[in-house]
T-cell receptor, first 113, second 115 residues
Framework: QQPVQSPQAVILREGEDAVINCSSSKALYSVHWYRQKHGEAPVFLMILLKGGEQKGHEKISASFNEKKQQSSLYLTASQLSYSGTYFCGTALISSGSARQLTFGSGTQLTVLP | EAQVTQNPRYLITVTGKKLTVTCSQNMNHEYMSWYRQDPGLGLRQIYYSMNVEVTDKGDVPEGYKVSRKEKRNFPLILESPSPNQTSLYFC??????????????FGPGTRLTVL
């Protein structure tokens, strides 16, 4: 089942902060975040695993609330380069050893000068 | 240069004419996957492969086939394409881990139009 992302779109000024949320109705093993710029392929940002392990970039922060099956991506002091569409992908505990990812519909972030 | 390549990048075809989109990676990754991207729907997984000769269905496998005969290649086959398969397709690969997930590297995408 597809995770739900919110907001669908957000417009910021340079230097402002943004939070993008991702929630699932099923128990999650991990949450994955990717950014896609217009006309390009998605690029990896971060993975958050059940139990607290994180893999990703130092300048991007995110949280994973295992009780609520929610994740939030925090973009602080936004730069023009942050513009793009952000996708969360979720892997379910019920999938077991299968590495199946289901992505949300995306959050379009626009940073204005 | 480490990369995932897809061919062709653009394809216009007609209903029912079999086609193959190739995907190749030079990073010795075990895991490979195909996604389609449609406006408002995000990325949807079609098939994935955890290693040679091991493939599994994703969320939207109907109308597609895949094969994994070599580690580096993971072609996507549409035996009888239909207009609802018009989409942007991405191939991705991921390095091996001890069973957990890892970063996926995406190819440049293939824009397919089925008339």
């Amino acid at each position: 089942q597809q995770p739900v992302q919110s907001p669908q779109a957000v417009i910021l000024r340079e230097g402002e902060d943004a939070v993008i949320n991702c929630s699932s109705s099923k128990a999650l093993y991990s949450v994955h975040w990717y950014r896609q710029k217009h006309g390009e392929a998605p690029v990896f940002l971060m993975i958050l695993l059940k139990g607290g392990e994180q893999k990703g970039h130092e300048k991007i922060s995110a949280s994973f609330n295992e009780k609520k099956q929610q994740s939030s991506l925090y973009l602080t002091a936004s730069q023009l380069s942050y513009s793009g569409t952000y996708f969360c992908g979720t892997a379910l505990i019920s999938s077991g050893s299968a590495r199946q990812l289901t992505f949300g519909s995306g959050t379009q972030l626009t940073v204005l000068p | 240069e480490a990369q995932v390549t897809q061919n062709p990048r653009y394809l216009i075809t007609v209903t029912g004419k079999k086609l193959t989109v190739t995907c190749s990676q030079n990073m010795n990754h075990e895991y490979m996957s195909w996604y389609r991207q449609d406006p408002g729907l995000g990325l949807r997984q079609i098939y994935y492969s955890m290693n040679v000769e091991v493939t599994d269905k994703g969320d939207v496998p109907e109308g597609y086939k895949v094969s994994r005969k070599e580690k580096r290649n993971f072609p996507l086959i549409l035996e009888s394409p239909s207009p609802n398969q018009t989409s942007l397709y991405f191939c991705a690969s991921s390095p091996p881990t001890s069973g957990s997930y890892n970063e996926q590297f995406f190819g440049p995408g293939t824009r397919l139009t089925v008339l």
